[in-house]
């Protein structure tokens, strides 16, 4: 099974700032996708990042306010831009291996 | 788009009891079904999955059965233990790799010793 890390793990931030998390897969995947889960709640994809293409968005998500990068078949960001606090959540990357999907460990952004 | 339901809510079994979770789906192209475990502040885990060419898997304590006809899965765990208790929350997608994930809300498993 592949092995996601992100980083950062959690951050507090200010309203109107942005911030990017990063997403590093030990392996080569072909997919990798980036979702939202507010605390308590299910998990809503947010995008499909495509390596040398732009990425695909969810209905509801916006190039604008979630620009998403994949500079290879191991790596990508999200970019959560313009914050406000109804951005806050847990923000998690995911890879498929083997026809498996696995997640990363999630971060936990606070908005003031 | 897809739409997966999922019941219960919340489930309190016994230790050593079975547990039941069920989920329906609306889209027919549906043909991938997993389910996956996330205990408190942790990343969801794949526990077992199931492809619509085949009708009831089994890994352990735990099996997953499918309906296509009916658009339903379940998870079934048996001889539950304190460690099962987590939210499962199970999914449905259109192709092997995700494309399109839709995860149910989630149950809320506890197992009471």
């Known amino acids: 099974s592949a092995v996601i890390s992100q980083k950062p793990s959690r951050d507090i931030c200010q309203r109107g700032t942005s911030l990017t998390i990063q997403c590093q897969v030990d392996s080569q995947v072909t997919m990798m996708f980036w979702y939202r889960q507010q605390p308590g709640q299910s998990l809503t994809l947010i995008a499909t990042a495509n390596q040398g293409s732009e990425a695909t968005y969810e209905s509801g998500f916006v190039i604008d306010k979630f620009p998403i990068s994949r500079p290879n078949l191991t790596f990508s960001t999200l970019t959560v831009s313009n914050m406000s606090p109804e951005d806050s959540s847990i923000y998690l990357c995911?890879?498929?291996?083997?026809?498996?999907?696995?997640f990363g460990p999630g971060t936990r952004l606070t908005v003031l | 788009g897809e739409n997966v339901e999922q019941h219960p809510s919340t489930l309190s079994v016994q230790e050593g009891d079975s547990a039941v979770i069920k989920c329906t789906y609306s889209d027919s192209a549906s043909n991938y079904f997993p389910w996956y475990k996330q205990e408190l502040g942790k990343r969801p885990q794949l526990i077992i999955d199931?492809?619509?060419?085949?009708g009831e898997k089994k890994d352990q304590r735990i099996a997953v059965t499918l309906n296509k006809t009916a658009k339903h899965f379940s998870l079934h765990i048996t001889e539950t233990q304190p460690e099962d208790s987590a939210v499962y929350f199970c999914?449905?997608?259109?192709?092997?790799?995700?494309?399109?994930?839709?995860f149910g809300p989630g149950t809320r498993l506890s197992v009471l010793p």
């Open positions: 995911s890879g498929d291996s083997y026809n498996e999907q696995f």
């Open positions: 999914a449905a997608s259109p192709d092997n790799y995700g494309q399109n994930f839709v």
């Open positions: 199931i492809r619509s060419n085949v």
